[in-house]
């Protein structure tokens, strides 16, 4: 089993930037590709950027020029540094891990809010 715990969501004015962290643990072995997902409401979940052990990167459209990505290995830790924040970009916001290098994981954080409102 993998725990995800992420932080670093919150209120923010249109503009503004946000960095979210997800620390994982436990058999953290067998994660490979980790990511953040977001679902605003009425709307489905989607990918928002993800990254491999290996540092291979996926963006959405949305996020590219934006949003980036970064891991810690050491740390187990995954990054996601949000700037030109927009109210579009309003949702909350889950850690994802999991074994493939493509595909999203098994693996889910219990989600944190952002909200771009001025």
């Known amino acids: 089993q993998v725990q995800l715990v992420e932080s670093g969501g919150g209120l923010v004015q249109p503009g503004g930037s946000l960095r979210l962290s997800c620390a994982a643990s436990?058999?953290?072995?067998?994660?490979?590709?980790m990511g953040w997902y977001r679902q605003a409401p009425g709307k489905q979940r989607e990918l928002v950027a993800a990254?491999?052990?290996?540092?291979?990167?996926d963006y959405a459209d949305s996020a590219k020029g934006r949003f980036a990505i970064s891991r810690d290995n050491a740390k187990n830790t995954v990054y996601l540094q949000m700037n030109s924040l927009k109210p579009e970009d309003t949702a909350d916001y889950y850690c994802?891990?999991?074994?493939?290098?493509?595909?999203?994981?098994?693996?889910w954080g219990q989600g944190t809010r952002v909200t771009v409102s001025s």
């Open positions: 990254i491999t052990r290996g540092g291979s990167t």
């Open positions: 436990g058999s953290i072995f067998a994660i490979n590709r």
């Open positions: 994802n891990a999991g074994s493939s290098p493509r595909l999203a994981g098994n693996y």
